[in-house]
């Protein structure tokens, strides 16, 4: 602390830490008004510290593959959690937060919904050409091509060594609308056909 009357004065007559309970808050206020480029690691609310922000290197980077941001989120989230459960009461809601996984949690909402996208496309392709064809036979075919086609892409992708990330994420989103787009159409026009036979 810097001993200047005012500050002193606000907190409890001492120039240096620690500084008495009672005098904290209004100390920790007279420093802000005489130092407000510290205001973004000292939030005060109601006139009482709310919050303390620390800053901390990271070797991750916002553009890291979604494996690496998944694994540096859960140690940061074990560490806190084992701070917050041994911190006194009025300190144990730490939290940590950062640009660099924004991009993570994007990319994880995509994979969570490139799942759920798949489960709901086979369902509604199984319904679409069911309901188009009237013939469980076709509606079989279609879904094994539908299938088989979102299986080979992505296990293309795994076997290629590529990790999610936002661009793939994209791309399944994208693969599931064009695999049933054209086995529909397929499904649709053979069963469709005026032809009696397949022969020509």
Request: aromatic content about 10%; charged content about 15%.
């Amino acid at each position: 602390l810097v001993a200047n009357g005012r500050l002193v004065a606000n907190c409890g007559g001492v120039s240096q830490l620690p500084v008495p309970p009672e005098a904290f808050h209004s100390c920790v206020g007279e420093f802000l008004r005489e130092q407000p480029w510290h205001k973004e690691k000292l939030r005060v609310y109601n006139g009482n510290l709310a919050v303390i922000v620390f800053h901390f290197r990271v070797d991750i980077r916002w553009d890291s593959s979604f494996e690496e941001l998944r694994d540096a989120v859960d140690v940061w989230e074990e560490w806190m959690d084992a701070q917050s459960s041994a911190a006194p009461p009025g300190v144990s809601r730490g939290y940590f937060t950062s640009a660099d996984v924004h991009w993570w949690d994007t990319n994880r909402s995509m994979l969570e919904g490139a799942y759920l996208s798949i489960m709901v496309a086979l369902v509604v392709v199984c319904l679409v050409v069911l309901l188009a064809t009237l013939n469980i036979l076709t509606t079989l075919y279609a879904a094994l091509a539908v299938s088989t086609i979102l299986l080979l892409v992505i296990g293309t992708v795994v076997g290629m060594g590529w990790e999610l990330g936002f661009l793939e994420g994209i791309c399944f989103a994208i693969l599931i609308g064009l695999s049933c787009d054209f086995v529909l159409h397929m499904a649709h026009a053979y069963t469709s056909a005026p032809e009696k036979t397949r022969e020509l």
